[in-house]
């Protein structure tokens, strides 16, 4: 499966359809959208309890993430659709010929550059999530599609952010 | 009125989880499809060399909220029982700047980190890591931070409600922008080195 040729993307438009159709039908379905950061807040609140449970039950964020059956359905659901994900992915890419271990980066820089990048950025990225309230899945697909203002300008603000970072990061990638 | 399915007792929490695994498979194959396993093409849209996470979102975001508009005018589907993300201003507003450069750095938002690392690229797969720290972090800050996240609330709010007009006005108006964005992003493609494909 390393060997084929990879095949070519899908039309962007094409791609976005399919996926407002998945958006969608998770409305349709079960009253909610989509949703990343909220799975693995849950997993992060998981281990801290796992570690240290007194610590966060002390934690009124952690506390809420802990679930309360109320709220512990949903909670569980996000962590289920995001194994989902990865298993979509993968079948996306094998059944495309594209599965390939490497490290996507520009030509200026070295992997292990990239790879420091990836996980500041990741860790950066994460934090914001919390802040906002949600991801680019989760906020802005989600609160997009339901026009939430506060989802519009969170992700005016990502273009903003990143456009205002490229110029800084460009060796990493052009 | 018979959707929500779930809120209308088509199904209870067990086969939920089956939903969930089903539309899950659905968001990962579309993310990976569209390209988005691949923090090159991603990055480009940021260096106007290829505009493809524009063109998805806005096609994504175009399709979902036509589709939950004309559902509930023709009665099918109760737009009410639609969890409605409530609206901080201050903090998405830095909330999504903040996201932004941790996505032109580390390449990812957190669902294409998800189809990148189960696609074997190893910098999506690290940028997963890094999230639960940034989200840990956070965690354990919160107390600090919580009158900081919870300032500015404005509770369940939409862009009809702030524009003072219809919803279905809202709906075409945004339909309107999203295709002179698509030409505006082809363009501005021109001008650049071409779209990133894999490998």
């Known amino acids: ?13 094409f791609a976005g359809f399919a996926l407002g159709l998945v958006l969608l039908s998770a409305f349709v379905s079960m009253g909610r959208g989509l949703g990343i950061s909220g799975a693995v807040t849950t997993t992060v609140v998981a281990g801290v309890a796992a570690v240290a449970p007194a610590h966060a039950e002390a934690n009124p964020y952690a506390a809420a993430y802990l679930g309360d059956g109320r709220t512990g359905l949903f909670k569980d ?50 934090f914001a999530t919390r802040v906002a309230r949600g991801c680019t899945s989760g906020q802005a697909l989600t609160g997009g599609a339901m026009l939430s203002v506060g989802s519009w300008v969170f992700m005016l603000a990502i273009f903003a952010g990143a456009y205002a970072t490229a110029y800084f990061v460009r060796r990493e990638w052009t | 009125m018979n959707a929500p399915l779930y809120q209308y007792g088509a199904f209870g929490p067990g086969a939920s989880l089956i939903v969930a695994v089903a539309i899950g498979l659905g968001f990962g194959f579309c993310l990976e499809r569209a ?18 996470v524009f063109k998805v979102m806005f096609t994504a975001i175009v399709t979902a909220m036509t589709g939950l508009y004309l559902l509930s005018r023709i009665g099918v589907l109760d737009l009410s029982l639609i969890y409605h993300l409530p609206t901080y201003l201050v903090p998405q507003l830095l909330g999504g700047l903040l996201f932004g450069v941790g996505f032109v750095v580390g390449g990812y938002c957190p669902g294409t980190s998800c189809v990148a690392a189960s696609s074997g690229k190893i910098d999506g797969l690290v940028v997963i890591p890094g999230m639960m720290a940034g989200i840990w972090i956070f965690v354990e800050l919160y107390p600090r931070l919580e009158g900081f996240v919870n300032m500015t609330p404005m509770g369940d709010f939409d862009l009809a409600q702030l524009a003072g007009v219809p919803y279905g006005a809202m709906v075409l108006l945004i339909g309107g922008v999203a295709l002179a964005g698509f030409w505006m992003a082809n363009r501005i493609e021109r001008g650049g080195s071409g779209a990133v494909g894999p490998e």
């Open chain 1, 1 to 13: 499966m390393t060997s084929r040729t990879p095949r070519p993307y899908w039309n962007p438009y």
């Open chain 1, 77 to 126: 659901w996000l962590v289920i659709e995001v194994l989902g994900v990865l298993a979509g992915g993968l079948l996306s890419a094998v059944l495309a010929g594209r599965f390939r271990w490497k490290v996507e980066k520009g030509p200026r820089i070295s992997a292990r550059g990239r790879l420091m990048a990836a996980f500041g950025g990741g860790a950066v990225m994460g």
């Open chain 2, 35 to 52: 390209g988005f396993g691949n923090a090159r093409k991603l990055a480009a849209q940021f260096y106007l060399n290829d505009l493809t």
